[in-house]
Nanobody
Framework: QGQLVESGGGLVQAGGSLRLSCAAS????????MGWFRQAPGKEREFVAT????????RYADSVKGRGTISRDNVKNTVYLQMNSLKPEDTAVYYC?????????????????WGQGTQVTVSS
């Protein structure tokens, strides 16, 4: 069974940056599409970014386009999300997910594995 563990969340001021990491273990996720989602209190889980097997293909939510960069290191079995120019509305629990597919899905139902999440809080 595979496991995903997120890290790198925290409290940051508006305009700041964070780099989230997602370490995979228990299996190789080299042929999995990897994604980042987030969920704010009282809201549904929403798509943030996704990346294909080789890292060459990516998709972003409009809300983070230009501010977020997803990347992966298949040797380290790790996925990253660099977030810049953070805003208070970015405050949420950020989840890493893996989908056994080569399609860059943006809906959480398509993802098979999930991490426990890491809290990101952006103060104004």
């Amino acid at each position: 069974q595979g496991q995903l563990v997120e890290s790198g969340g925290g409290l940051v001021q508006a305009g700041g940056s964070l780099r989230l990491s997602c370490a995979a273990s228990g299996r190789t996720f080299r042929r999995y599409v990897m994604g980042w989602f987030r969920q704010a209190p009282g809201k549904e889980r929403e798509f943030v970014a996704t990346i294909g097997w080789s890292g060459g293909d990516t998709r972003y939510a409009d809300s983070v386009k230009g501010r977020g960069t997803i990347s992966r290191d298949n040797v380290k079995n790790t996925v990253y999300l660099q977030m810049n120019s953070l805003k208070p509305e970015d405050t949420a629990v950020y989840y890493c997910a893996a989908a056994d597919t080569n399609v860059l899905f943006t809906t959480p139902q398509e993802y098979n594995y999930w991490g426990q999440g890491t809290q990101v809080t952006v103060s104004s």
